[in-house]
């Protein structure tokens, strides 16, 4: 057994030379089995050997009697120990949540705090391959993807399972072969937890049709583990933007791969803004927006929206629509910061102006107008209905909102100040267009520069 541990610690990096291992110990079976390996081990892999110890205080004198032991194994072993008292019952109620899951929440969130106290800090956790087995089992029991069907991972951070390719069967042997006392906790035959009941009734029955059913089921696992690493090389290398409370991403691009990874590309996007109470529905809702038209709309928990904007797919918080009578005086020559945008405005003379008049032309969220024709008194405001100009190029006049349709505009992009106004007439929508009766020519004799970034 003590080989199968040091093959896997080595094959997944679990421990490196001068780590400090702490090992959670509860006092079962598992846990001192693994206490004892590790103390055996530190020496020849030189690391630092450490012991945690959470009493849930719901089992009364037997739960004391587990710290003693505790204690009194660390002292014997001369490691030293650490202890805390969590009361799970009231946490559970406080919480809503099962006692079950009380007890994981308090035991991480104590292994998390006392890792700060450590360099290079390691937690190294007893779960063996039946535990494996039945985390599978229950969570296709819950219903569940293929990620709940991968099993306990071997690494989790800094939390380290040494034990996971070993059976119950194996640990045990190996306390009887050593000599090695534990204890045992009586809640673990009650039939009220949901694992006791997978780990004691169901898989003793399907053992009776599968005597390999353990061994099976982590073999199925393994193999479902490459099937979503390859799935997840496909997400990781999607691009998806993000800005604040707001994501973006392509929607043909997204179209191109296949369901499989379309649902996980949702779930990266959703967890990029830690959005919670995220179900299949959530996903399969913002799927269906990405394969509809432009424009649909959906909410999704915690006050965020979902929408297809043309090419693009977004979710962002839901936002109060701006007040149209908001403007922003213009400096020409400054640069201005106006919300997350940076306006830059610069003049130039005639003859610097046509040495550069082709390239600024070309130049994106660039706008060029002539000095000469420009209002002096310019603001920067937000769109208004029945807004009209002359776009550049576009030979006549046109309704703003047709305007934005035409080119394809995202939405959440119209309502920002982008009308450049002086003398009540538009000079230009920064940064698309130009209005051709102020724009720059090659008869401008002194020319404004207007350039239109994001922070």
């Known amino acids: 057994m003590l080989s199968i541990v040091l093959e896997t ?3 997944y990096n679990m421990i490196n030379e001068g780590d400090s291992v702490i090992c959670a110990l509860s006092g079962g079976a598992d846990s001192v089995c693994l206490l004892h390996i590790l103390n055996s081990i530190k020496g020849d892999l030189k690391f630092n050997l450490y012991a945690a110890h959470l009493n849930h205080m719901l089992r009364g004198k037997e739960a004391e009697e587990d710290t003693r032991f505790v204690k009194s194994l660390c002292d014997s072993l001369n490691i030293p120990l650490t202890i805390k008292y969590a009361d799970i019952k009231k946490e559970a109620k406080d919480k809503n949540i099962s006692q079950e899951m009380a007890g994981r929440i308090a035991r991480y969130s104590f292994f998390e705090e006392l890792s700060k106290n450590f360099e290079s ?5 007893a779960h063996n391959k039946n535990d494996n087995a039945e985390t599978v089992l229950l969570n296709l029991i819950r219903g569940t993807g293929i990620a709940g069907l991968c099993g306990i991972p071997y690494v989790r951070g800094n939390i380290i399972r040494p034990l996971i390719n070993t059976t119950r069967d194996e640990i045990l042997n190996y306390l009887k072969e050593k000599s090695l006392t534990y204890r045992f906790d009586s809640s673990n035959n009650s039939l009220d937890y949901q694992r006791n009941r997978v780990r004691n009734v169901i898989i003793p029955e399907i053992n009776k049709i599968n005597p390999n059913f353990i061994e099976s089921i982590i073999n199925c696992a393994e193999s479902l583990k490459a099937d979503r690493d ?4 496909f997400v990781d290398e999607f691009p998806i933007q993000k800005r604040g409370e707001k994501i973006s991403f392509k929607t043909s691009a997204f179209l191109a791969f296949h369901e499989s990874v379309q ?3 949702i779930i990266k996007a959703l967890n990029m803004l830690n959005i919670e109470g995220i179900t299949q529905k959530t996903i399969t809702d913002c799927i269906d927006i990405i394969k509809n038209r432009t424009g649909r709309k959906r909410d999704l928990p915690g006050g ?3 929408e297809k904007s043309y ?3 977004l979710i962002h918080k839901e936002s109060k629509k701006p007040a149209e009578d908001e403007t922003y005086p213009i400096i020409l020559g400054k640069e201005q910061q106006i919300g997350d945008f940076i306006i830059q405005s610069s003049i130039l003379e005639e003859k610097e102006f046509l040495n550069c008049y082709k390239s600024l032309k070309s130049k994106k969220n660039t706008i060029i107008l002539d000095l000469d024709k420009t209002p002096k008194n310019i603001t920067l405001r937000r769109r208004k209905n029945g807004d009209f100009f002359y776009p550049l190029g576009l030979g006549g006049k046109k309704k703003l909102k047709d ?3 035409d080119e394809k505009i995202p939405r959440d992009l119209r309502d920002l100040p982008c009308v450049l106004e002086g003398d009540r007439k538009i000079l230009a929508v920064l940064p698309y267009r130009a209005d051709a009766r102020f724009a720059a020519d090659c008869q401008t004799k002194k020319a404004v520069i207007f350039q239109f970034k994001k922070i």
């Open 304 to 306: 965020f929206i979902a």
């Open 9 to 11: 610690i080595k094959k």
């Open 403 to 405: 305007f934005f349709i």
């Open 230 to 233: 390859f799935i997840q090389s």
């Open 311 to 313: 090419d693009d797919f």
């Open 121 to 125: 800090p390691k937690i190294a956790v």
């Open 263 to 265: 649902n996980k590309i």
